[in-house]
């Protein structure tokens, strides 16, 4: 079974500041990856997401993501943080074999500091 | 405009008493889901759909149960077998299984117990 592991509980920066969250899975073949963020008490919106090809993806509110093999990664990263980028983050890994039930991780709170 | 309606946004119940969270979506998907969301534990599956009148367990079944009737409907009882049932509920749909099975959230469900 796949599994997603988000290391950071918590992320501070600095308004204006690059950011990056990680995100490692476990899987045997290539998943289909993705990013989601969360404002307090509302839904979970989709940031990006990588099925295929390049590996680099772009995604909504200016944020990419990178695909690399080699680590088991997806890492999210944004060059500019703004105040309203502070949420929660979730990294997401759908087996491309199986049930497609998305593995998500236990997210990412980003604090944004003026 | 298309999307996943869930209601009601805040719900109290008493111990003892059932309660229904509805999940309606409009994007004609065929895979519908509910989640759990407690602080610090990130989402976790209750019960998910992926036809009309088919179901299945998700990692946290118990105290709960689930219908699929109709295509765009996926309501889900919080029953009084469910010992801890305060959290924030999400229902969830995706288009299909294949095709890296994206998932597009609703706003969530906020349940009390008091």
């Known amino acids: 079974a796949q599994s997603v592991t988000q290391p950071d509980i918590h992320i501070t920066v600095s308004e204006g500041a690059s950011l990056e969250l990680r995100c490692n899975y476990s899987?045997?073949?290539?998943?289909?990856l993705f990013w989601y963020v969360q404002s307090p008490g509302q839904g979970l919106q989709l940031l990006l997401k990588?099925?295929?090809?390049?590996?680099l993806v772009q995604g909504i509110k200016g944020f990419e993501a990178e695909f690399k093999r080699s680590q088991s990664s997806f890492n999210l990263r944004k060059p500019s943080v703004h105040w309203s980028d502070a949420a929660e983050y979730f990294c997401?890994?759908?087996?491309?074999?199986?049930?497609?039930?998305?593995?998500f991780g236990r997210g990412t709170s980003l604090i944004v500091h003026p | 405009d298309g999307g996943i309606t869930q209601s009601p946004k805040y719900l109290f119940r008493k111990e003892g008493q059932n309660v229904t969270l509805s999940c309606e979506q409009n994007?004609?998907?065929?895979?519908m889901y509910w989640y759990r969301q407690d602080p610090g534990q990130g989402l976790r599956l209750i019960y998910y759909?992926?036809?009309?009148?088919?179901?299945q367990k998700g990692d946290i079944a118990e105290g709960y149960s689930v219908s699929r009737e109709k295509k765009e409907s996926f309501p889900l009882t919080v029953t009084s077998a469910q010992k801890n049932p305060t959290a924030f509920y999400l229902c969830?749909?995706?288009?299909?299984?294949?095709?890296?099975?994206?998932?597009?959230f609703g706003e969530g469900s906020w349940l009390t117990v008091v």
């Open positions: 997401a890994v759908v087996a491309s074999g199986g049930s497609y039930i998305p593995t």
């Open positions: 990588y099925f295929s090809g390049d590996t």
């Open positions: 969830a749909s995706s288009i299909r299984q294949g095709s890296g099975n994206t998932i597009y």
């Open positions: 899987y045997g073949a290539t998943p289909y």
């Open positions: 994007l004609n998907h065929d895979a």
């Open positions: 759909s992926q036809i009309v009148n088919d179901f």
